[in-house]
């Protein structure tokens, strides 16, 4: 129900972070062990291959030529969504070290 600029911008963010989590998926598993895989749920609609293809490294830059093809802002979203995930790392980081250096009992 949202006006068309507004739900580009929510599939694309949200299909980057479909992609990104497989492509990124060893290493977020290392911080976050329970963590569930977020479920597909726009690839198809957009005309893009499954999350899965290639562990998301492949879709992640087409979702990103779609993203810039359908949005109005001039970005680079290939960067855009890679900052995304160096900053969700450099926030996981310290608390991996408090989990590792807290005591047990």
């Not at 990104?20 to 998926?25: D, E, I, Y």
């Not at 087409?62 to 290939?78: E, G, I, K, T, V």
Request: charged share 20%; proline share 10%.
């Amino acid at each position: 129900m949202l006006p068309d600029p507004a739900r580009t911008e929510v599939i694309a963010c949200y299909m980057a972070a479909v992609y990104l989590q497989r492509l990124w998926s060893i290493r977020l598993g290392f911080y976050l062990p329970e963590l569930s895989l977020l479920p597909d749920w726009f690839s198809n609609e957009i005309g893009l291959p499954s999350p899965d293809e290639r562990y998301g490294k492949v879709v992640l830059h087409a979702l990103a030529d779609w993203h810039a093809a359908h949005s109005p802002y001039p970005f680079n979203w290939l960067a855009s969504y890679q900052r995304v995930m160096d900053q969700l790392f450099e926030q996981l980081k310290p608390e991996a070290r408090r989990r590792e250096y807290a005591p047990t009992g």
